[in-house]
């Protein structure tokens, strides 16, 4: 491991101590979405597909959440997205951003082609890159119909989220969905398959391991390099015009050495909150622990892997006082503008791919978890750009 001085192993740091918290929350979000899990098995990936064809005008009256503001894009022509005009406050600067559709998680899939489209039109005008986490609630086939609809240049990183202790069936659930949206629409905007997301971090967690690179670490390896083998398998079986490179996301500290041997790219959540430092030194800390922690370290394996920032970003709130503050560091707009200020332009010109966190809040988080969770997003849960001035210099 290579890890900086503040930052070691064992355990006694605030940054590990953080991401292993954000292990056990990402264990409680899997418990809740296994809960239904048979009930959703049976729908037909022929059927989610289908929902992607529905009219971009309808929304779903299932919808967890509410629906996105309908004054955050407007339209020349209402029944063509492809007209969407742009915003003046809203420049294309970030390298790339994590994105999840609102209502993608089992078991109501309360999302819709409406909101994503209005969702892929104001990203489209921050960035050219998309991450999404997982396949669940047909995403990938409403995200890649949404770019097609509204014109806009955007790569998409497809994400396959498995999970350790349900015998691969969110795995292969996944894999079918994600099988299926290719065959329908091609992969002239896909950039690649992240198949894991914290895997090796929430298995250490359940099986009382703290190193990746250790007996237990490599147990865990070996399942989702089994899972990643299988996903080349099904690549190589859709005769594809070129090769889809496949990939794995962890947090920072938690990649495990075979894993990154498995794979053509990692992605490492970078989190300076829960490192316990200011917005001022943030992306400072964020650039120093990326380049020690996880490009270094891949670049010393004979397959190279890239390597991306996933996650890094500041949350602009807390939903109870004992949570706004890291200490040297506020949950707050300001502390969200600083970073934005140090850390966007500064990435792009040392070339550094990232993935801001995130595109707008996730109330679910917060009803669930509470806390800093639900705030991470630039914008609002409605859609509406939080008092914030977007940098303005171009991602590469």
């Known amino acids: 491991m290579h890890n900086l001085p503040d930052y ?35 729908v037909g990936v022929a059927a989610g597909v289908s929902l992607s064809k529905k ?22 022509d209402p029944n063509d997205p492809s007209t969407f005009v742009k915003n003046p406050n809203l420049h294309q600067s970030f390298y790339g951003m994590a994105y999840t559709p609102d209502g993608s ?19 489209s005008q921050l960035t050219k890159r998309i991450r999404l986490y997982g396949a669940d609630c047909n995403q990938t086939a409403l995200v890649l119909e949404a770019i097609q609809r509204t014109k806009v240049d ?15 069936a969110a795995y292969d659930r996944q894999r079918d969905t994600l099988k299926a949206a290719i065959q329908t629409y091609g992969t002239s905007n896909i950039a690649g398959m992240t198949v894991g997301n914290e895997f090796e ?29 299988d996903t080349r398998s099904m690549l190589t079986g859709l005769s594809l015009p070129s090769p889809m490179p496949v990939g794995n996301a962890d947090a920072g ?34 650039a120093e622990f990326f380049q020690e922690n996880n490009v270094e370290v891949a670049a010393a394996l004979s397959n190279n892997p890239k390597m991306y920032i996933a996650e890094t970003g500041w949350p602009t709130q807390s939903s109870d006082v004992g949570n706004e503050s890291n200490g040297p560091g506020t949950a707050a707009i300001s502390g969200l503008q600083t970073f934005l200020d140090t850390f966007v332009c500064q990435a792009n010109t040392n070339g550094t791919g990232y993935f801001f966190f995130e595109f707008a809040d996730e109330p679910w988080k917060d009803a669930q978890f509470g806390g800093v969770e639900g705030w991470w997003g630039l914008f609002n849960f409605n859609r509406t750009l939080k008092n914030v001035n977007i940098p303005n210099c171009q991602s590469p």
Not at 59 to 70: D, E, F, H, Q, V
Not at 254 to 275: E, I, R
């Open 8 to 42: 070691p192993t064992e355990g006694n740091s605030p940054w590990l101590k953080k991401q292993q918290a954000a292990g056990q929350r990402s264990k409680r979000i899997i418990v809740g979405i296994i809960i239904g899990v048979l009930i959703l098995v049976v």
């Open 55 to 76: 009219n971009s005008s309808s929304s779903s009256s299932a919808s967890a959440g509410s629906p996105a503001n309908p004054d955050a894009v407007n339209q020349t």
């Open 105 to 123: 998680q089992l078991p109501n899939c309360g999302n819709s082609l409406a909101n994503v489209i209005t969702d892929i039109q104001l990203l």
């Open 154 to 168: 955007m790569q998409v990183w497809v994400g396959n989220y498995p999970v350790a202790t349900d015998n691969n």
């Open 201 to 229: 971090l929430n298995y250490l967690n359940d099986n009382g391991g703290t190193v990746p690179n250790s007996a237990v670490g490599d147990q865990g390896a070996a399942l989702i390099i089994a899972d990643i083998t």
């Open 253 to 286: 500290s938690y990649f495990n050495t075979k894993v990154l041997q498995a794979v053509d790219y990692g992605m490492a959540n970078v989190h300076p909150w829960f490192a316990n430092v200011s917005a001022e030194a943030a992306a400072g800390w964020t």
